[in-house]
């Protein structure tokens, strides 16, 4: 087995094997690009690494390192002349800070000399890259604390009287390095290590174990990653950006990853190495800046970005270094982007003829339209602004301040909205940003961690926010005379960056407003992208989506949005208010005279409620489901009654009504109420009930020009229910000239499991994924999310609640088997899903693949779905 690929064998198809960084290293160099030489060792070797604790493959390594040595000239770490390396941890999905890269292997007490001879007799140089190695392979590969560094490093500058580090001399430079050593020999009880090739072995190990570091554990989680796909380890020749004035490093974006708009993007910083210009130690520069300084690297550098969009076909970021003049490419993937620039590019790259409609309908999800719904600031009130940084990820997000990690946790697990605000943010503030509402930091530009990590949950982000001085051990910043402290309450804007002090009012993003008919489709670059991309969604799409919505409000706003019908009208609603005296006093009922004459109370209203609904939905389908939820639901709490009726007894008082009522709880109490007297059941059990809502729909349909009903019946298991409950409802259809399907919902497995009989009875199934989920599941859906789920998706049970995107085996087994042996029964029986699922990405894929014909979902979700159904079919 092959286990060591040098950069000119691989290319970028092979992300699995190499990681995404090696994949693409190997691309940038077979393309012609100036990459410093190296190999990669694979993901596989990861596996075999954690499985033993062993690197399976060192012969071939130093085989690797052999050739690496000779096209270099140099021997790695040699005394006189060395070569020094980097190992740069790479998995298939990048994970922004989650792993370990150690910089200047090869670097020691003997090395030192040669490297700062190497550079010219740079003693400065050759000192800083050392204690950077000590630093990085101290913490990284060792578990030394990273704060006894800064510490040391701090005291350094303050012993040499500079506040920067580019102000330290070689003399304190070397004198850190003795301090390093110091901190490293007590925290592991040994040297550091003088031979080279250790340095190499160990970093390669720390870069693999790094894979189940908890914070690489904890990212992958939220991001669905995988766990088991370990990182390739990249040694790559080391080039120096920290070389003087004319060396560099920087970060750039072959777009504006915020907006999509065309034009480079990026940050440079001079005289620096590798993460000083993402972790935003210093400030950097625009890398529009550089043209001024070193014209012709810049030159070359926007010659390469053009050939490399040509070449992905899609917004690129690129880590970049120069060393004296000498431009070298250190890192390409295609990049992460917001939601809005995700759309705007995907169109761009339509206008430029780079990708035709289809591939740019592919490139965005439904998840980031769903972001792109979320409302923004109301700014009518003038709100007071403290400051603006750079808006690194949109959202509008309110919050109180919070200065650490684990606060921001623990006040999120009390039901708290907090912004976590930080100077900048590491990979160990991870479990406070998930917490957060957003995100504030004062240091680094849209390039930081805090803007990658943020962009990529889809968090709200301003970060270089530089006026801010933020204070972390009094828990407060001050920003132009104003304090704020933990627990004041601030809202961020991502978009714009801007930082307001209280809570400013939100209102409806402009995608919303274009969907609302209230914003023109080309009113500006995100709406034009968002409104052709949907279009060509709804052009290519076989599913119809509809929506759930038990009022005229919800279903007139679902149309707007586009539904094509209401798929799930729940009718409980509709008994609640001023209606529960009509309910208990149908429930009550002694005689069928007066069960009728609450019956017949009830039918006008409900026929209102229908006429609304058919209304706004004239010419599409509107499928009403009859009463689905045990009466007893209707009924006040047990506790209160008993209490009410002991007073009154206590009193001497009759206590009537309440008594009557108090006995009927009594009387219908379940132990399981989810699997008792409910859905069709009750069209059973109590005589009058399905027809008077039946009756109900047909007089409104009959009213209202172009109506469409479509009456479902919930909770079937036999089709014996179903056809008692049919032959009813077609009595008094039969009364109208109106033309109404008659279906049931598939929510029991034994509906599933004979839908051909049921077939037999039903115009069309619909769906219902929650209970089918319940009950395929065994799990109560009220109460096993927070009891139990975390510990399944720890354990990997599953990747997502089976609540939230439809589990495909199981429950998904269930609704293949009910549409094949349904449509074997029946061919023209229609079918659809009403249940959360319908509105849920990975799920409308699913039922697009076993054949629905349309998904239903609240209104909010109709877009997505209708982009969903479209990405599926394509
Ligand atoms: P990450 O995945 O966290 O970005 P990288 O492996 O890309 O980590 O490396 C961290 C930093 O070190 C980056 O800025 C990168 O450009 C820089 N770097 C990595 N290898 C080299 C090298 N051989 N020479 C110079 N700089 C390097
Ligand atoms: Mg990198
Ligand atoms: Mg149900």
Partial sequence: QKFVYDFEEGNRDLKDLLGGKGANLAEMTNLGLPVPPGFTITTDACRAYLESGEIPCGDEISAHLAALENTMGRRLGDAADPLLVSVRSGAKFSMPGMMETVLNVGLTDASVAGLAAQAGGDERFAWDSYRRLIQMFGKTVCGVPGEEFDHALEDAKHRAGTRDDVGLAAEHLKMLVDDYKGIFREHTGRDFPQDPREQLDLAIGAVFGSWNADRAVLYRRQERIPADLGTAVNVVAMVFGNLGADSGTGVAFTRDPATGERGVYGDYLANAQGEDVVAGIRNTMPLQDLEGRDKASYDELMTIMTKLEEHYKDLCDIEFTIERGKLWMLQTRVGKRTAAAAFVIATHLVDEGVIDLDEATQRVTGAQLAQLMFPTFDLADEPEQLTRGVGASPGAAVGKAVFDAQHAVAMAKEGEQVILVRRETNPDDLPGMIAAQGILTSRGGKTSHAAVVARGMGKTCVCGADQLDVNLHKGQFTVDGHVVSEGDVISIDGTTGRVYLGEVPVQPSPVVQYFEGKLDP????????????????????????????????????????????????????????????????????????????????????????????????????????????????????????????????????????????LDAVRRMHEENPMLGLRGVRLGLVIPGLFAMQVRAIVEAAASVEDARPEIMVPLVGAVQELETIRAEAEKIIKEFAVDVKIGTMIEVPRAALTAGDIAQAADFFSFGTNDLTQMGWGFSRDDVEGAFFWRYLELGIFGVSPFESIDRDGVGRLVRIAVEEGRAARPELHFGVCGEHGGDPDSVHFFHEVGLDYVSCSPFRVPVARLEAGRAAI
């Fill in 522 to 661: 080309h009113s500006d670059a995100l709406v034009s992208a968002v409104h052709r991309i949907l279009t060509h969604a709804d052009e290519r799409r076989r599913l119809r989506v509809r929506t759930n919505a038990d009022t005229a409000d919800d279903a007139a706003r679902a149309r707007r949005f586009g539904a094509q019908g209401i798929g799930l009208c729940r009718t409980e609603h509709m008994f609640l208010g001023e209606r529960r005296g009509l309910v208990e006093r149908l429930i009550l009922a002694r005689t069928a005279e007066q069960r009728d004459a609450a019956l017949a109370e009830l039918l006008p209203l409900q026929r209102d409620d229908f006429t609304g609904l058919f209304r706004e939905m004239a010419g599409l389908p509107v499928t009403v489901r009859l009463i689905d939820p045990p009466l007893h639901e209707f009924l006040p709490p047990l506790e209160d009654l008993a209490v009410k009726v002991a007073v009154a007894e206590e009193r001497g008082e009759d206590p009537g009504h309440d008594k009557d009522l």
